[in-house]
């Protein structure tokens, strides 16, 4: 398998996890997405040195992880191109920010490095978060759920359509690395010259697969609307998680937990 | 009932790729449309899917297939696409299978009935929620001719039913589509299987109608299949020519 399959696989591999069985997998979808929302929300809103305020709200992908049984390493796996990317975000603030602010022992913090880390931590809870939410739920139940927030078609329509493009030209990007490299022996990569040749082939492979897939669908009396397979329907469970969910992002924002604890423990 | 009237199609202006063509199909009729590559048969389908817009009239059960009536005539033909990946594009068969029937506007429980009976009809019980990127080459066609069947269409259209099966596999999708009540039109240059399943055949050279007759004729004749770059079916000889 080269790289390109791989990745292919994986997209296949996030609808086979979303199969899968667990207490969060039973959950209505629509608690999830709104649940995850909340916690989005309040990630994003401690303010740019509250690091500690932050690192509570690890909990609650922790606890996700516990109870859906998915694997923290397939999350780290998955993302391990775009944490990179969240990670640099905040990459500069030690320059800027060279203000003192926090002494442990002998170290001493600015406070560009604490807003650093703090960004840093935001991105990547709300990744595992968002992985979380994407790894238990089907795409095609999250768009019905997406339906169900009032969300006009369209979009959930070209989002579902979206990510089933992606595979599609993932399946064809792999197919023609592995024909370039059976004629190009011992190559790492695709030669420069090469590139614009292969990317031009490449779009015009997946454009003509993706018309023939759209056609099958018309064929099969899709007009625009997506008949989403009946959602899992609201009950007492989702109804109770939704809002100890809430809560407990609630009372991590507004006390501050780990100062709390801190003081207990050092009294 | 299918009539193709004077029907010419060109991709590009100076390139016909059809030209011509008239033919009537009968309900019931099983029929084997042959050709060599680019000979026009995928063309021929895309047109009376009305997926493309050629010169001539089509008239499909005594309806003109044009922009208003495609809703209706496409319900009636199901087109088994001759790369079942792109056929089969949602997670699981049973998700792929159930989404004609609900665009159809059936209630939830009706479409799954009708997935239920489509694969029993085709023995693939087991196939149901298996991942359609897991399963093998075979499997993924019958489960396409599952998806179409669920449509439950008058007439049904495969391009290509048997290109890139091994014989196994070719075996079990000749079978079925003898088992097939509906009505049948089939692309191929797999003559032998034309030669199983049709007893009609609709010989296409450059864009043109070069025969139109019973199988038994049609694929018996070696200088009229070989004047159109085709070869008798293996079963009736055609391995043995070097003699
Ligand atoms: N999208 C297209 N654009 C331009 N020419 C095409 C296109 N599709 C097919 N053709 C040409 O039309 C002719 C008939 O193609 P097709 O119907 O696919 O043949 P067959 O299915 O008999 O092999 C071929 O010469 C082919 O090159
Ligand atoms: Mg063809």
Redesign the pocket.
Known sequence: MNQVERGACELHEMDELAARQSPIHSLCPLAKLLTTIAYLVTVLSFRKYDLSGVTVMLLYPVLLFQLSGIPVRTCFHKLRFVLPLVMAVGLFNPFFDRQPMLTLGALTLSGGVISMLTLMLKGVFCLMTAFLLMATTSIDALCAALRRLRLSGMPVTLLLLTYRYVGIMAEEAAAMTDAYHLRAPGQRGIRFSAWGSFLGQLLLRSMDRGSELYSGMQLRGFRGEFHYAAMKPWRWSDTVYLTVCVALFLVFRLFHLAQLLGSLLVR | MIEFQNISFA??KERP?LSNLSFCIREGENVGLI?A???????VMKVLLGLLKAEGRILVDGTEVTKGSLTEIRRKLGFVLQNSDNQMFMPTVYEDMIFAPLNYGLSRTEAEERVDKALEKLGLQELKHRHNHKISGGEKRMAAIATVLAMEPEVILMDEPTSALDPYNRRIVINTIRSLPQTKII?SHDLDMILDTCDRVILLSGGELAADGPADAILRDRALLEAHRMELPLCLGGARRQG
Request: aromatic share 8%; charged share 15%; net charge neutral.
């Open positions: 991709y590009e790729v050709g590559n680019g000979a026009g048969k995928s063309t692309t």
